[in-house]
């Protein structure tokens, strides 16, 4: 890494910028510094409907108040940072992922963030902002509390500076999500969409959504009633469809990636690569007193020190993982150009009686490579039919 690894990683710059330590006990906190007014309602109808604010701040702070919230979510939950190295990121995102089911993930948190910032992801084809990376959600508990077969629910809410990007589309682009009333007539509540970068999944094996392909076309067949018009007569706007269009090509450029550094880490331990430590440059000197700490009181002492100033040790995976190992090329088939065949993952039983699964990752190779490198290209589609309105 080149640039200091305190801003390099997303959460510690968003909460050394605008100091969200200080109000993540108290969260109206946050909101009653920018509208001192605040009584602790819904957040979003107050700063539309109760606030003075005008236009433009309102915008403003909607934007900061998704960042915190955001934030806040990963911090109570284990302020858990994996970086991925860039040559292991690049093996995972040509791993395919359309068939995978709830049952492969077996995480060692369910709320963490990970780092893509190697990759250099743009968010959109109207944007030069890159994705620095996604905090990650996973939840197989029901909204009853229950547990079933095949239940899984994931967010994934991608982060960078998007602030131009949502300045442009939460005045253009409205959700338009029905209800039903109590004469059983149908309404619909419009609200402003400015972020295309949170996306849900939802797997219910009852309903046939067991994988991730069919979750995701799911999500986008959701997408496309909220956003575009519900009367036929009306004309979809530029805006609604770069939205629409946006959301589809940021699951494209990303779905395989996240997938599989969930997957990546559900392996058992012995078979992953990750070094726990500490980034470098840690304010007030604490890097040379780590290195002279001499007992095991004196480093406790010290990690309570770095945790008050918000700092955790991050989990670096891949560090030793290289792109050009000698298992990644296979020099069969030597009339075709070079390609990448698909790695993809197995669900393999294991322990007494094979009542235990384990994922088991068959890597990518490429094939005839010393022919050249492989046209870079998509190993996930999304469904043609769910990008066009």
């Keep these: 890494m080149t640039e200091n690894e305190l801003s390099y990683f997303f959460p510690y710059k968003v909460d050394k910028k605008f100091n969200f330590r200080h109000f993540a006990r108290n969260q109206n906190d946050f909101i009653r510094q920018f509208i001192p007014n605040y009584d602790g309602t819904n957040v979003h109808d107050f700063i539309e409907n109760k606030s003075s604010l005008n236009e433009q701040q309102k915008y403003d702070l909607l934007y900061l108040y998704e960042d915190f919230r955001n934030w806040v979510w990963w911090y109570q939950n284990g302020k858990n940072i994996f970086s991925f190295s860039k040559d292991l990121l690049t093996i995972l995102e040509k791993t395919d992922v359309s068939e995978i089911t709830p049952d492969f993930f077996h995480l060692p948190y369910d709320i963490f963030y990970v780092s893509l910032k190697p990759l250099n992801l743009k968010i959109s084809k109207y944007s030069d902002e890159v994705i620095e990376g996604v905090y990650i959600d996973h939840n197989y508990w029901n909204p009853s509390g229950e547990h079933p077969e095949g239940y899984c629910d994931l967010s994934f809410r991608f982060v960078g500076d998007f602030k131009e990007i949502f300045l442009n589309f939460i005045p253009n682009v409205n959700s338009r999500l029905s209800i039903n009333t109590k004469k059983e007539e149908v309404q619909f509540i419009e609200s402003p969409l400015g972020n295309f970068?949170?996306?849900?999944?939802?797997?219910?094996?009852?309903?046939?959504?067991?994988?991730?392909?069919?979750?995701?076309?799911?999500?986008?067949?959701?997408?496309?009633?909220?956003?575009?018009?519900?009367?036929?007569?009306?004309?979809?706007?530029?805006?609604?469809?770069?939205?629409?269009?946006?959301?589809?090509?940021?699951?494209?450029?990303?779905?395989?990636?996240?997938?599989?550094?969930?997957?990546?880490?559900?392996?058992?331990?012995?078979?992953?690569?990750?070094?726990?430590?500490?980034?470098?440059?840690?304010?007030?000197?604490?890097?040379?007193?780590?290195?002279?700490?001499?007992?095991?009181?004196?480093?406790?002492?010290?990690?309570?020190?770095?945790?008050?100033?918000?700092?955790?040790?991050?989990?670096?995976?891949g560090q030793s993982f290289k792109h050009n190992n000698q298992y990644l090329f296979d020099d069969t088939n030597h009339n075709t150009q070079p390609h990448w065949r698909r790695g993809h993952w197995r669900n393999q039983k294991y322990g007494e009686k094979l009542t235990l699964k384990k994922a088991i990752w068959i890597m990518p190779t490429i094939v005839n490579k010393e022919k050249g490198q492989p046209k870079k290209g998509h190993v996930y589609d999304i469904n043609e039919k769910t990008t066009n309105p």
């Design 197 to 317: 970068w949170t996306v849900w999944f939802w797997f219910e094996k009852e309903e046939g959504r067991e994988n991730v392909k069919q979750a995701v076309d799911y999500f986008l067949e959701g997408l496309r009633e909220e956003v575009f018009p519900k009367d036929n007569n009306t004309k979809v706007t530029d805006y609604e469809l770069d939205f629409y269009n946006s959301t589809v090509e940021l699951l494209t450029n990303t779905i395989n990636l996240v997938i599989n550094c969930m997957l990546y880490l559900s392996q058992p331990q012995e078979k992953t690569d990750i070094e726990e430590k500490y980034p470098t440059n840690l304010p007030h000197n604490f890097d040379k007193k780590l290195k002279f700490a001499k007992t095991v009181k004196e480093q406790k002492k010290l990690d309570g020190k770095i945790e008050q100033l918000g700092f955790t040790k991050i989990k670096y995976v």
